[in-house]
C-alpha cells in the first residue's frame, strides 16, 4: 500500500484564486512525480523532481504552475490564478529512481467554480 | 491523445467470474504496466510486463503482452467484490519517465 501523504484530499477555489496542494513522499523515496487526472479519466504529467531538483516540465507547468521539492518540506503545487479547466484530480507520485515504480497519493481534487 | 487505450469502456461481472480487460498501444515499449485505481484512491500498479516477456502473473492477475500487435491483458480469476475499480494500462514515456495511461476500463464485480 502507498504512503504516499496528500493534502488537502478536495479543495474548492474561485477563478483566479491561488489553489496550493501539498504531498509527502515515502521515506526514502528521492523522485516526485506531479500528474492531473481529468473526468475523463486522462493523465497529464506536470513535472518530476529528483530531491529538490526539477528533472522535466511541461510548457503548462512553466506558465501558471509552480512547484518544489525543497528539503524536509512537503512537496507543493501552485497554480497562481486557477481556471475553470484546472478542476481535476492532482496525483502526487515517489519512486525510488525515476525508472522505478511510482507509488501515488490518494490525489488532491480541486474544483475551481 | 493517449499512448494506450484499453477496451472495453466498462463491464460488470459476478463475484467468482473471471473478466479480461485490453489495452493497445501505438509505440515502442519497454514495459508496459498495469494499475488499478478504486474510487477515492490513487493508482496502484498491479503488474510490470516487459517488452521480451509474453505473460506475467501475480495471484489472480495474468497479464500478457504481444508487441506485434501492441496489445496488452490483463485477466483477473475468482473476481471479488473489491476488485471493483478502474484499470489502466501505462506506459513509460522517454519524456522524464512519466508514465502514459490509457483511457481506464471501469470494471464492476456484483455479489
Known amino acids: 500500500n502507498s504512503k504516499v501523504i496528500q493534502t488537502p484530499r478536495y479543495l474548492v477555489k474561485g477563478q483566479g484564486q491561488k489553489a496550493k496542494m501539498r504531498c509527502i513522499p515515502e521515506?526514502?523515496?528521492?523522485?516526485v512525480f506531479w500528474y492531473q487526472q481529468n473526468k475523463n479519466n486522462e493523465f497529464k504529467f506536470l513535472i518530476n523532481?529528483?530531491?529538490?531538483?526539477?528533472?522535466?516540465q511541461i510548457d503548462m507547468t512553466e506558465k501558471r504552475f509552480s512547484a518544489e521539492c525543497p528539503s524536509n518540506s512537503p512537496c507543493s503545487l501552485e497554480i497562481q490564478s486557477s481556471e475553470a479547466g484546472d478542476s481535476a484530480l492532482y496525483l502526487c507520485a515517489s519512486s525510488l529512481g525515476v525508472q522505478d515504480t511510482q507509488y501515488f497519493g490518494p490525489g488532491t481534487r480541486l474544483l475551481v467554480l | 491523445s493517449q499512448l494506450a487505450e484499453e477496451n472495453p469502456w466498462a463491464l460488470s461481472v459476478h463475484e467468482g467470474e473471471s473478466v479480461t480487460v485490453n489495452c493497445s498501444y501505438k509505440t515502442s515499449i519497454t514495459a508496459l504496466q498495469w494499475y488499478r485505481q478504486k474510487s477515492g484512491e490513487g493508482p496502484a500498479q498491479l503488474i510490470l510486463?516487459?517488452?521480451?516477456?509474453r505473460e506475467k502473473r501475480n495471484g489472480r492477475l495474468r497479464a500478457t503482452l504481444d508487441t506485434s500487435s501492441q496489445s496488452s491483458s490483463l485477466s483477473i480469476t475468482a473476481t471479488r467484490c473489491e476488485d471493483t475499480a478502474v484499470y489502466f494500462c501505462a506506459t513509460e514515456t522517454g519524456f522524464a519517465s512519466a508514465l502514459t495511461f490509457g483511457s481506464g476500463t471501469k470494471v464492476i464485480v456484483l455479489p
Open positions: 523532481f529528483q530531491n529538490q531538483e526539477v528533472l522535466q
Open positions: 510486463i516487459r517488452s521480451n516477456e
Open positions: 521515506k526514502g523515496h528521492p523522485v
